[in-house]
């Protein structure tokens, strides 16, 4: 699976956009990005995923650049809850030997009041 | 609103006791997975099952650990005897590898504590 880089930390105001970037340079042409966060003390939730569109579901909004080497989350109204860990994780959607999702450091947005 | 349960919710045991811990995936779902979470290591894959068929097991210690899944709605995964190196998270996995895109869904964890 490509290798992702997501900033160690980010912060937003309740109620703005949060806007979360994520680098993924050496993503192959079958490999789909996936978003997932991890609120304190509880398992990793799914977000939303894409392989070249853009993306939105009543959580969020995935968009992906053109050539594919990069990505950004978009909560569009950021709420105190969605304070968590971020993942940006990279993979092939589904088959053969590539089922796992691997989990970086990921990015830990605070959404203060 | 179908979720990953998983029992105990917590745990603290003593070191060479044996710990059971079990998950029920979401109906439907034809893959399980066992993670491990700490802070040192992140979140790590210990098994993975599909169709109740163990496919990758390499990330657990053999000696003492093992997974199963006696039906499709329960999964378990044993320790034995446990150390106090194995307090961590585990989380339990499902999903579905049917529509070409497979997402898994995570359950609540448990939280093992091993003195």
């Known amino acids: 699976d490509a290798k992702t880089t997501q900033p160690t930390s980010m912060d937003c105001a309740e109620g703005r956009a949060a806007n979360l970037p994520c680098n993924h340079s050496t993503i192959s042409g079958n490999e789909y990005v996936y978003w997932y966060r991890q609120i304190h003390s509880q398992g990793p939730q799914y977000i939303i995923h894409?392989?070249?569109n853009n993306e939105t579901n009543e959580m969020a909004s995935l968009i992906i650049t053109e050539d594919r080497k990069s990505s950004t989350l978009i909560l569009p109204h950021a709420t105190l809850r969605d304070t968590a860990v971020y993942y940006c994780?990279?993979?092939?959607?589904?088959?053969?030997?590539?089922?796992?999702?691997?989990f970086g450091k990921g990015t830990l947005l605070t959404v203060n009041p | 609103d179908a979720r990953v349960t998983q029992t105990p919710r917590d745990k603290v045991t003593e070191m060479g006791q044996e710990v059971t811990m079990r998950c029920q995936p979401i109906?439907?779902?034809?893959?399980v997975f066992w993670y491990r979470q700490t802070m040192m290591q992140g979140l790590e894959l210990l098994a993975y099952f599909r169709n109740r068929a163990p496919l990758d097991d390499s990330g657990m210690p053999k000696d003492r650990f093992s997974a199963e899944m006696p039906d499709a709605t329960l999964a378990t995964l044993k320790i034995q005897p446990s150390e106090p190196r194995d307090s961590a998270v585990y989380f339990c996995a499902s999903g579905s590898t049917s529509g070409g895109s497979e997402t898994q869904y995570f359950g609540p964890g448990t939280r093992l504590l091993v003195l």
């Open positions: 994780i990279v993979r092939v959607a589904s088959g053969g030997s590539n089922y796992k999702l691997t």
């Open positions: 894409g392989l070249k």
């Open positions: 109906l439907g779902h034809n893959t």
